[in-house]
């Protein structure tokens, strides 16, 4: 006599994201009972008939998302319950095969009250080892495209960092450990980090300003994973994030008259980046909203559009050189000559340099608490990003009241716009001389 095993879902426990709990059926003499294997799936997930979890495409898992509003777990994930349900069915015919040995007469409630003496071995679920990397990957691709493309390369160097941590501690890294001192031990792994160079022998290290990042990015993530019904070590959220403050790097009244005049007419492509860049300059918009700008965004007075980054709809009135721009070109289909945003990083500086934009810029970066300082000419600073720091440093010198900039370029609370004022020597000087003078 032998015990015939199956598993069965509980369509009437069903929980708020969908899932059922996976029930042991034992059947022996005639009699049946059921114990909880302590997995819970989506009802789609299973074979009553094959006795197994299925793997989904990447088309079926988006229907059974939408299907039931949550998440599918990563194929690692259900790959080791399917491991859980075969190991459960062998702890049966091990434990008849022991009662067999012995040749002591058996019957349902002594085999179950074996099974369930073993429970917590048999059934403890314990944690895949890609699982961390699984849900990195899965974040990336539910947000990717909802986010800015280049905020989910950050997920990508998270994932690198951690394999490179786990590697060299050698202790597989799982959500359920990831406390308040593994948190340091990160930090201090990031801080002396090295990695050179195979051709120039150059040797690459993170700022803290990268480390910072790093880290806060890792809290989100793990957030994400919790809000996902991933069992998450608590300790991780009394772990603070210390942000450095970054230079802001914006054009002075000077340089930004000294662009306007540079004529570069002669190299259309010059021309094209220094249009685009002053119409930054005069909107404070991010490259990424130019690059969505269309005709009927642009009304008589004013630009109506939706941010990118925030999905806030924006108003921005026309002034003198946003206008002078835009009719340069009017006979084109899109009101800016737009190009990707690297080339634009690499001919604005160029163009920077021919309008003398070279004063000297220190930038300061501590690695733990070394302090590493470089100078460099103001031109090889700036970037995409300068057009809209370089509005809102310009618009308070005009007078323009700080909640007015705020509401044009779609900041809302006053905290992380304030590193985006820059105050110049020369706006410096005049305000101590009305004042004191």
């Known amino acids: 006599m032998e015990a015939t095993v199956r598993f069965i879902l509980r369509h009437d426990l069903q929980n708020k994201k969908g899932e059922q709990p996976l029930m042991l059926v034992v059947h022996l003499g005639g009699k049946r009972k059921v114990i909880s294997t302590g997995i819970r799936l989506l009802p789609d997930l299973w074979s009553a008939e094959k006795q197994e979890i299925l793997d989904m495409t990447a088309k079926q898992k988006v229907a059974l998302e939408k299907k039931f509003g949550s998440v599918v777990p990563p194929k690692s994930y259900l790959l080791q319950n399917q491991d859980e349900l075969l190991e459960i069915r062998n702890k049966v015919r091990q434990i008849e ?51 800015v493309k280049g905020s989910m390369v950050v997920y990508k160097s998270l994932k690198k960092h951690l394999k490179n941590f786990q590697e060299k501690t050698g202790t597989p890294i799982r959500f359920e450990n990831m406390d308040y001192s593994f948190m340091q031990r990160f930090q201090n ?38 809000r996902r019904g991933i069992k998450i070590h608590e300790g991780y959220k009394d772990f603070s994030v210390k942000k450095e403050r970054l230079e802001v790097i914006a054009l002075n009244q000077q340089e930004f008259d000294s662009l306007y005049a540079l004529d570069v007419s002669a190299n259309p492509r ?52 946003s206008r002078e721009i835009l009719k340069k070109y009017e006979e084109r289909v899109l009101p800016l000559p737009m190009i990707s945003n690297q080339k634009f990083n690499d001919y604005v500086k160029e ?47 005009k007078g323009i009241p700080a909640e007015v900039v705020m509401k044009i370029t779609g900041h809302s609370d006053y905290k992380s716009f304030k590193r985006y004022v820059q105050v110049d020597e020369s706006r410096k000087r005049d305000a101590m001389s009305q004042a004191w003078d």
Request: charged share 30%.
């Open 97 to 147: 095969e022991g009662f067999r040995a012995k040749e002591e007469p058996y019957d349902l409630d002594m085999l179950i009250a074996k099974i369930k003496e073993t429970k917590k071995e048999v059934i403890k679920k314990s944690e895949p080892v890609e699982l961390v990397y699984d849900f990195i990957d899965q974040y990336i691709q539910e947000n990717g495209v909802n986010r």
């Open 189 to 226: 792994f990031l801080i002396d980090w090295k990695e050179v160079h195979p051709n120039t022998g150059n040797i690459k290290t993170i700022n803290n300003i990268t480390i910072a990042k790093q880290l806060s990015t890792l809290k989100t993530f793990m957030s994400y994973a919790r």
């Open 270 to 321: 010059l021309s094209q980046v220094k249009d685009i860049f002053l119409f930054s300059c005069v909107t404070g918009y991010r490259f990424s909203d130019l690059l969505q700008l269309k005709r009927e965004h642009i009304k008589e007075n004013e630009i109506r559009l939706t941010i990118t980054k925030t999905k806030e709809p924006s108003i921005v009135p026309l002034t003198r050189i």
């Open 351 to 397: 163009l920077c340099e021919l309008a003398g934009i070279k004063d000297p810029v220190e930038i300061v970066r501590y690695r733990g608490a070394v302090r590493e300082s470089k100078i460099y000419p103001k031109h090889e600073l700036v970037s995409a990003h300068t057009g809209r720091k370089t509005f809102v440093t310009l618009s308070l010198a």
